[in-house]
């Protein structure tokens, strides 16, 4: 059974603190994602990385860094957390193409 | 810019009834379609998928999905609905960016009434 794993399903930040989320897979994939997920907002794509030690902006990746030394980890970094980053986080990883894309189960952030 | 539009934000359907969810793309070059279901508290699921062919794509759950190029549309559908299948559903597009990536909508979460 495929597996996307998140460090944390909620989380409570301090406004300037550094944040990491951690994400892990165990499929072997090639692509890893970070989407943030707000109501009315839908999913909107953070960071993504197609492998290792390499990472693509998304749409929204100001305020958020990535780093990604090993296959099945991507962590999403928030360098100076804020309230306006208040979200749910999701990763996502998929293999070659247009393979299946799997979500992991979120991580509930707020920050104070 | 590629991009989704999911034009209703909530819709509600009564148990039995069929099901129609809509959604507009924006992109360039052929486009791989795709739509997620996520039930409350739950990550998303893949419903289905349209790379290329037969235009009606089968998913699961007793979902379907017609692909229409002329309208850049690709609407969801189901028969008969349950009210397990209560929850938001995403469509997204599938768009090369110096790598691959999904771009969703903004979502439409489906009440179902009895």
């Known amino acids: 059974d495929v597996k996307v794993t998140q460090s944390s399903r909620y989380l409570v930040k301090r406004t300037g603190e550094k944040v990491f989320l951690e994400c892990v897979q165990d499929?072997?994939?090639?692509?890893m994602f970070w989407y943030r997920q707000d109501p009315g907002l839908g999913l909107r794509l953070i960071y993504f990385?197609?492998?290792?030690?390499?990472?693509e902006k998304g749409d929204i990746p100001e305020g958020y860094s990535v780093s990604r030394e090993k296959k099945e980890r991507f962590s999403l970094i928030l360098e100076s957390a804020s309230t306006n980053q208040t979200s749910m986080y999701l990763c996502?990883?998929?293999?070659?193409?247009?393979?299946?894309?799997?979500f992991g189960p979120g991580t509930r952030l707020l920050v104070l | 810019a590629q991009s989704v539009t999911q034009p209703d934000i909530h819709i509600t359907v009564s148990e039995g009834a069929s099901l129609e969810l809509r959604c507009n793309y924006s992109?360039?070059?052929?486009?791989?379609l795709f739509w997620y279901v996520q039930s409350p508290g739950q990550g998303l699921q893949l419903l289905l998928k349209?790379?290329?062919?037969?235009?009606l794509v089968q998913g699961i759950k007793g979902f379907e999905a017609e692909f229409k190029r002329s309208q850049s549309s690709f609407n969801l559908r189901k028969p008969s609905v349950h009210w397990s299948d209560a929850a938001e559903y995403f469509c997204a597009v599938g768009v090369w960016q110096a790598g691959t990536a999904l771009i969703f909508g903004k979502g439409t979460t489906l009440s179902v009434s009895s």
């Open positions: 349209y790379f290329s062919g037969d235009t």
């Open positions: 996502a990883s998929r293999g070659q193409g247009w393979e299946t894309q799997y």
């Open positions: 990385s197609y492998d290792v030690k390499m990472k």
């Open positions: 499929m072997d994939h090639e692509n």
């Open positions: 992109y360039g070059a052929t486009p791989y």
